[in-house]
């Protein structure tokens, strides 16, 4: 049923790091989140088929954007090693929306800049420890 679906117009993305705190929800074009967990196999003696057990979660979160003019405080806030919180909230921050808080490391970003269209960013952070 369409009227259950929600679109990303609303959506809160922002980044808290030692850099600075650069809300990306203004220029985002998509972001991407992969929740995971390692396993440890489990299958012993007469087993005939594998079995496993979960063990340690991470997270890997896609974001990309166009990088606005003057971008000088997001290129530093999205280096490669810079640490930070990386918050996103599909629906927006009202109260009962889904949101997710995730300790993290920039991996870094990279910068595309076509000849005829808006350069654009995209970052991967990976989690660094526990999330809520």
Not at 6 to 24: E, R
Not at 91 to 105: F, N, P, Q, R
Request: net charge negative; proline share 3%; aromatic share 10%.
């Amino acid at each position: 049923m369409a009227e259950n679906n929600i679109t990303g117009k609303d959506a809160y993305i922002n980044w808290a790091s030692s850099a600075g705190t650069i809300n990306l929800s203004g220029d985002y074009r998509s972001v991407s989140i992969k929740e995971n967990t390692d396993t440890a196999e489990t299958t012993a003696g007469s087993d005939t088929h594998k079995t496993y057990i979960p063990t340690i979660k991470s997270a890997t979160i896609d974001y990309s954007g166009l990088f606005p003019t003057g971008g000088t405080a997001l290129y530093a806030a999205l280096a490669a090693g810079v640490q930070g919180t990386l918050t996103v909230a599909p629906e927006g921050t009202a109260t009962g929306k889904l949101s997710k808080a995730y300790t993290a490391i920039s991996m870094g970003a990279t910068f595309d800049t076509p000849y005829a269209d808006v350069v654009t960013v995209n970052c991967t952070f990976q989690s660094n420890g526990a999330w809520s």
